[in-house]
């Protein structure tokens, strides 16, 4: 910049002392040496015959000031260097990592959402995100007991207010004791502030029927998400065929495999069964295992329960078997839990792997390496955004135990007001306590309308010709398969596109309805998906599916 201004007024003071009526004349170069200091120098009344040229001067001197301009660009451009960070030299790592729940079909659900802004006219008025399990985004109440007691606690003088009661009162002071200058303002332990961790402890006791819970396993976190990513990088290791093999359920949640590509660990795929509800067979995890063995060493073992994106809940059974295969193989289990409260079907019930194990004795309990996770994202709760979560880590090296709190304290702690989010989900109104009537019924109030609208979508789905959706068993979604012809599938290739991105694309362009293809997800060859969470208002939700029946009908018709 400041050659541009140089060079310009070295120009511009060049043509005012040779111009008639000019100052004065004198060599260029003289002109140049002088021109910046001089122009400064002199006050207004010296400069105003200077401002006085005639039309044909005054139009040479905007020729070369539009000369000096472009000499200045020029000098900008030659200066300018290589980026020290391209799309080349990037970590590769994180350059192969993908996200399909805020991936392509997202960005263009944002650019759709502006055009309709601006007037734009399209074949509907509004763009319904039904790609993401963000409760309070769709409409969801949040639940007043919670809000209280974070209220409270982020503006503690609410606490002589007769506005809110006292078992909420009761709850913020403890919360606020733990913190540092009875603040939540305030740096928390990396591991999460001792009373929460405590009440977590107790709440997991109460949960498996008094499975005993040592709040020094209790690690709160940035939502499951941290937990999760946290665990995956203590584990990975080694290089070639040694390199950390960690098996996931297909399809899967993608911060599975945008983690394991992040770390440069080996993603091992084992396939849940469609036909029977998206079920886990033992035979099917030991054929992963035994082909996976052949490039890599593989040690973790990943369960989702409830599923996400299938929604199916596993039985009693089905977790004895994981465990035993868990034990036998010497695997690391990881039990991603977040959706436990979100069971709907009759004749289903969430089992915690922590229970099942301890139910299976001691050569288990005492030997199987198991981290669980929860959040405050998901369930009745639906607090997405304060990131709330915990992971309890059992059986775990003592010298490891250290190396975790190490990796954990490198991002200090976890949001404070998130961890004070889910104590209440651990530690809710009991009967007895003065919120406890409307508690209850605000939580029973979410789930009931989620299981009905968990129905009503199965329902539906399976009324439309080449839409096939298994029961929604429990969690946040509907993950059915869709029938695509040829003809679509060569269109999509020639758009270079996944079919089911190609799908998700022409459904987004034509009904505003944003949902997630199963490409994103992982799906055996061949099958087609999408992912659409079950959390809109039921009116809007039934708009949506009679959009959905329509345009799927059409696309058969279409490309027939």
């Given at each position: 910049m400041h050659r541009f201004?140089?060079?310009?007024?070295?120009?511009?003071?060049?043509?005012?002392?040779?111009?008639?009526?000019?100052?004065?004349?004198g060599p260029q170069d003289?002109?140049?040496?002088?021109?910046?200091?001089?122009?400064?120098?002199?006050p207004p009344s010296a400069r105003l015959p200077c401002a006085r040229l005639p039309r044909s001067a005054r139009g040479d001197a905007v020729r070369w000031s539009s000369a000096a301009k472009a000499s200045a660009v020029k000098i900008t451009e030659k200066a300018s260097r290589e980026k020290i960070l391209t799309l080349e030299s990037m970590n590769p790592q994180v350059k192969a990592v993908e996200y399909a729940v805020r991936g392509p079909i997202v960005l263009k659900a944002g650019e759709i959402e502006?055009?309709?802004?601006?007037?734009?006219?399209?074949?509907?008025?509004?763009?319904?995100?039904?790609?993401?399990g963000d409760a309070?985004?769709?409409?969801?109440?949040?639940?007043?007991?919670?809000?209280?007691?974070?209220?409270?606690?982020?503006?503690?003088?609410?606490?002589?207010?007769?506005s809110f009661p006292e078992d909420a009162k009761k709850r913020a002071r403890r919360i606020l004791q733990g913190c540092g200058g009875n603040s939540l303002g305030s740096y928390s332990a990396s591991q999460g502030i001792n009373c929460i961790?405590?009440?977590?402890?107790?709440?997991?006791?109460?949960?498996?029927?008094?499975?005993?819970?040592?709040?020094?396993?209790?690690?709160?976190?940035?939502?499951?998400?941290?937990?999760?990513?946290?665990?995956?990088?203590?584990?990975?290791?080694?290089?070639?065929?040694?390199?950390?093999?960690?098996?996931?359920?297909?399809?899967q949640y993608p911060l599975y495999s945008a983690a394991i590509s992040e770390l440069n660990a080996i993603q091992v795929n084992y396939y849940l069964d469609e036909e029977n509800c998206w079920a886990l067979y033992v035979n099917e995890l030991r054929r992963s295992l035994n082909e996976a063995k052949a490039y890599c060493n593989p040690k973790v073992l990943c369960v989702i329960n409830p599923g996400n994106p299938t929604g199916q809940v596993q039985s009693r059974k089905c977790i004895e078997d994981v465990i035993h295969f868990a034990w036998k193989e010497k695997l690391f289990l990881l039990a991603d839990e977040v959706y436990q409260d979100n069971v709907y079907s009759e004749g289903c019930q969430f089992h915690s792997f922590k229970k099942i194990l301890y139910e299976m004795g001691p050569e288990y309990y005492n030997n199987v390496e198991l981290?669980?996770?929860?959040?405050?994202?998901?369930?009745?709760?639906?607090?997405?955004?304060?990131?709330?979560?915990?992971?309890e880590v059992i059986n775990l090296h003592p010298e490891i135990k250290g190396q975790l709190v190490k990796l954990l304290s490198v991002r200090i702690c976890p949001p404070v007001s998130g961890q004070a989010a889910m104590d209440i989900v651990v530690n809710p109104p009991v009967p007895g306590e003065e919120s406890y009537s409307q508690f209850i019924k605000e939580k029973e109030s979410v789930l009931n309308n989620l299981a009905k609208?968990?129905?009503?979508?199965?329902?539906?789905?399976?009324?439309?010709?080449?839409?096939?959706?298994?029961p929604l068993q429990g969690a946040l979604y509907a993950f059915p398969r869709i029938f695509i012809p040829s003809k679509a599938i060569e269109e999509a290739k020639a758009h270079k596109m996944a079919p089911d991105m190609f799908y998700c694309m022409k459904l987004l362009e034509e009904t505003g309805i944003c949902v997630v293809p199963g490409s994103g997800f992982g799906q055996r060859e061949g099958t087609y998906h999408f992912r659409m969470t079950v959390l809109p208002p039921v009116e809007k939700l039934k708009i949506l599916l009679e959009k959905v029946k329509d345009f799927h009908i059409n696309f058969l018709e279409?490309?027939?």
């Open positions: 201004i140089l060079v310009a007024r070295q120009t511009a003071a060049s043509l005012s002392c040779r111009g008639p009526g000019g100052c004065r004349s003289g002109a140049l040496r002088g021109a910046a200091g001089l122009a400064a120098a002199r502006k055009e309709l802004r601006k007037g734009i006219k399209k074949p509907f008025t509004e763009v319904i995100k039904a790609n993401i309070h985004a769709m409409g969801q109440r949040p639940i007043t007991f919670l809000r209280q007691v974070v209220a409270l606690c982020t503006y503690p003088n609410l606490l002589d207010s007769p961790r405590e009440d977590v402890a107790s709440y997991i006791e109460r949960r498996d029927g008094g499975v005993p819970a040592d709040p020094d396993n209790i690690y709160l976190t940035t939502g499951a998400s941290d937990g999760i990513t946290t665990i995956l990088k203590i584990l990975v290791s080694g290089g070639g065929k040694s390199r950390t093999g960690v098996m996931i359920p297909i399809p981290a669980s996770f929860h959040s405050t994202s998901k369930g009745y709760m639906g607090e997405c955004g304060y990131r709330g979560g915990y992971m609208k968990a129905k009503l979508t199965e329902d539906m789905f399976n009324t439309v010709p080449g839409i096939n959706c298994n279409k490309y027939a």
